[in-house]
């Protein structure tokens, strides 16, 4: 089966972190670039990070730059979004995305509040 199946999201209080995963499965993982977006009520999707097939090149949202990193470990047919210094602003649905196979997660929370 394709899917794309998203873990890690939950209640964190501001400046706390989360890593959040998405495991993929049903094709080849590793020749597939990746992408993180997020969606908070009310607000368009917007695409967080992205990172190439080999993971040599990573591209941010200018919102997140500095905070937010994202990698994959081909080997486990995962990529991550390890989330630091997080900020009220930063709750969303958090989706992976492989762009190539039009292909979405799930989802998972993630609300940052006091």
């Known amino acids: 089966q394709v899917r794309l199946v998203e873990s890690g999201g939950g209640l964190v209080q501001p400046g706390g972190s989360l890593r959040l995963s998405c495991t993929a499965s049903g094709f080849t993982f590793s020749s597939y670039p990746m992408r993180w977006y997020r969606q908070a009520p009310g607000k368009e999707r917007e695409l967080v990070a992205r990172?190439?097939?080999?993971?040599?090149?990573?591209t941010y949202a200018d919102s997140v730059k500095g905070r937010f990193t994202i990698s994959r470990d081909n080997a486990k047919n995962t990529v991550y979004l390890q989330m630091n210094n997080l900020k009220p602003e930063d709750t969303a649905v958090y989706y992976c995305n492989a762009p190539s196979r039009n292909l979405w997660g799930q989802g998972t929370q993630v609300t940052v509040a006091s």
């Open positions: 990172i190439s097939s080999s993971s040599d090149t990573t």
